[in-house]
Structure formats: structure tokens, C-alpha cells
């Protein structure tokens, strides 16, 4: 950077020279020197010679590092720029094969989903259908048992109600003279049992 402020004070020290004119005075005291010998427009093109070997060498000296650092940077620039488009390319790519496969992909997933649907749907009938045949199992045995309680109850009903028809009969039948007799005969059977 240093070399590029010198190069500019040099450049505006050399247009200084080379516009600088004679003065006016001395035009006019001395017109032949203006137009004379040539040896002011030697110093002009003299100034001029050591300005461009001073440019010259400092281009030479700078400006080809300079230009060399610049023009890889640029290179190393078009180099990320061709792999960032290369990966932008790549991933392009990628999202246009994902989408040409979205179609099916959503096919895929809708044809699993009917299949997961009829797996469960399977299941789920076979389980209903076992969880009916085990209430029916159930129920038939429930009402084994309570046909068996019942029946049982009702043998229990008819023995007391025989009993209790029996027991009605028998006093129906045994009036008190009957009566009287079978205590005699049951005494008279004690009393016979008692002398063995």
C-alpha cells in the first residue's frame, strides 16, 4: 500500500514538472528562449524519461506481486465459486430426485398404511371373535350353574313341600284316638325292650 501512495506523489510531482511553463516575464524579456534552442522541451522529455524508469521500476518491483496476489485470489474466488455451484448443483439435483420420488414415496406410504389397516382390522376381528367365544363360554357355564342352583332349589322346594304335605296328611289321619294308640304301643314297646 505504501508503494501505491509513493507512486502517486510521484506521478503529481512529475505533472507538476511537465506543466510548469516559463513564467510570463520571462517570455517576454526573452522570446528566443521560449522558442530557441529546444533545450527546456529536452528538460521536459528528460523529466518525462526519469519518470517512467521511476514508474517503471516500481511497477517492476511491486506491481508483479501485487498482480500475481491479486490475480490468485481471483483464481482461488473462481475456484470456491465453481465448487459452491458444484455442491448448489449437487444438492439441486438431489431435491429434484427427491421430488420425482415424492409420487411415490406417498404411494408407498399409502399402500403400507391400507396394509397396517387390514393387519389390525384382522386382528382385531380375531380378537373379537375369541373375547365372544370366551362371554359365550362363560355365559353357558353361568347359566349351567344357575340352571343346576335352580334345580337344586327346586328339589329343595318340593322335599319341604312334601315334607310339609306328609307331615299334613299324617295329621289329617291321626286323630286322637290314633294317637293315643301309637303312644301306648310305642310304651309298651319300651316297656318290652326294657325286660330284654
Known amino acids: 500500500m505504501r508503494w501505491i501512495h509513493a507512486l502517486l506523489v510521484l506521478v503529481l510531482a512529475a505533472s507538476a514538472?511537465?506543466?510548469?511553463?516559463?513564467?510570463?516575464?520571462?517570455?517576454?524579456?526573452?522570446?528566443?528562449?521560449?522558442?530557441?534552442?529546444?533545450?527546456?522541451?529536452?528538460?521536459?522529455w528528460a523529466n518525462f524519461a526519469i519518470l517512467m524508469a521511476a514508474l517503471g521500476f516500481l511497477a517492476a518491483k511491486?506491481?508483479?506481486?501485487?498482480?500475481?496476489?491479486?490475480?490468485?485470489?481471483?483464481?482461488?474466488?473462481?475456484?470456491?465459486a465453481a465448487a459452491e455451484k458444484q455442491a448448489a448443483d449437487a444438492r439441486f439435483a438431489d431435491v429434484e430426485r427427491r421430488l420425482k420420488n415424492l409420487d411415490s414415496?406417498?404411494?408407498?406410504?399409502?399402500?403400507?398404511?391400507?396394509?397396517?389397516?387390514?393387519a389390525e382390522s384382522e386382528r382385531l376381528r380375531l380378537e373379537t371373535t375369541s373375547l365372544l367365544a370366551k362371554v359365550h363360554m362363560h355365559a353357558?357355564?353361568?347359566?349351567?350353574?344357575?340352571?343346576?342352583?335352580?334345580?337344586q332349589d327346586l328339589?329343595?322346594?318340593?322335599?319341604?313341600?312334601?315334607?310339609?304335605?306328609?307331615?299334613?296328611?299324617i295329621r289329617e289321619r291321626i286323630?286322637?284316638?290314633?294317637?293315643?294308640?301309637?303312644?301306648?304301643?310305642?310304651?309298651?314297646?319300651?316297656?318290652?325292650?326294657?325286660?330284654?
Request: glycine share 12%; net charge neutral; no cysteine.
Open 62 to 80: 511491486h506491481g508483479g506481486p501485487f498482480f500475481r496476489g491479486r490475480s490468485e485470489e481471483i483464481r482461488k474466488g473462481i475456484a470456491d
Open 17 to 44: 514538472l511537465i506543466g510548469q511553463e516559463h513564467p510570463p516575464e520571462a517570455e517576454a524579456h526573452a522570446p528566443e528562449a521560449a522558442h530557441g534552442d529546444g533545450s527546456w522541451t529536452l528538460w521536459k
Open 175 to 196: 286323630t286322637p284316638q290314633v294317637h293315643a294308640g301309637l303312644i301306648s304301643k310305642f310304651a309298651e314297646g319300651m316297656q318290652d325292650g326294657g325286660r330284654r
Open 105 to 118: 414415496e406417498i404411494a408407498a406410504l399409502r399402500s403400507g398404511s391400507r396394509e397396517e389397516m387390514k
Open 140 to 151: 353357558e357355564q353361568e347359566i349351567a350353574s344357575l340352571g343346576k342352583a335352580a334345580r
Open 155 to 169: 328339589r329343595n322346594y318340593a322335599a319341604a313341600l312334601a315334607i310339609e304335605l306328609a307331615e299334613r296328611r
